[in-house]
């Protein structure tokens, strides 16, 4: 399966945040910033931002003469015992988070052996997920989940993905043209969130972005009722911005 999608500004930030982690964990006795600056050659803005990050995220901690060394979180993922569960553990504190942040029910997804996967989300009674009324695998054309890992593979892999699921009609919205549907994500700029408006089902707005590193593939999403659609793009845009946290998690 090839790839075609572009590095977007979370799979940047991830980087430079495993280079600031791989800088902290060679150093066992601590860091200070200073000279974590001058070894990795980041602007002192852009590192303050990054170690607020991992500081946040539990990665790297300050002793008491100001130097960093590894957090418990990372610890916990270095462990061969329990890195599956801590890492699900890490992974949904997160999605919690986003989902606050956003204000919708936030999802994350994977594109597994061919199949579209919601590996985990997160919801509550004021941000409803999306009701799976048609199984995610065989939808890919009408949601944003699916169409956003779709855009991520090369022209072949996609047409193979399609012609294994039938386009069904879900809706009035759904693109049921695999020509259409082909050339729209071909269009589809890396760094600009798919979107489902109703595609998948009546009264539900969705919106998907890459996060994506190396061969894995993979988006976040969020999902809203139709009456609060006019939050969507912007909803979609926070968690871009706030995607870098979740694929480092994924690349560690």
Known sequence: MALTHEPTA??????????????????????????????????????????????????????????????????????????????????????????????????????VDGEVKVTQYADSPATPAVNEWVDFRSSAHATAVGKSLLTQLDHNARRDHLSRHRMARLTSRTITSDRLLLSRLESQPPTVPVLDLQEYAVGTVCAAVPITAGSSVGCLALSLPVEHAHRLRQAANTLNRNAAPVLLSLAI
């Open 10 to 111: 979370p799979y940047h930030s991830a980087q430079d945040a495993l280079r600031v982690l791989e800088t902290v964990a060679r150093n066992t006795t601590g860091i200070t910033d200073t000279e974590l600056a001058r070894r990795i050659r980041l602007g002192p803005e852009r590192l303050t931002a990054l170690l607020r990050m991992l500081r946040r995220e539990g990665y790297v901690e300050q002793v008491t003469d100001g130097a960093y060394v590894t957090g418990e979180a990372l610890r916990r993922l270095g462990s061969t015992h329990d890195r599956e569960q801590a890492l699900r553990d890490k992974l949904q504190l997160m999605l919690v988070r986003l989902r606050d942040s956003v204000g919708a029910a936030v999802y994350l997804s994977r594109y």
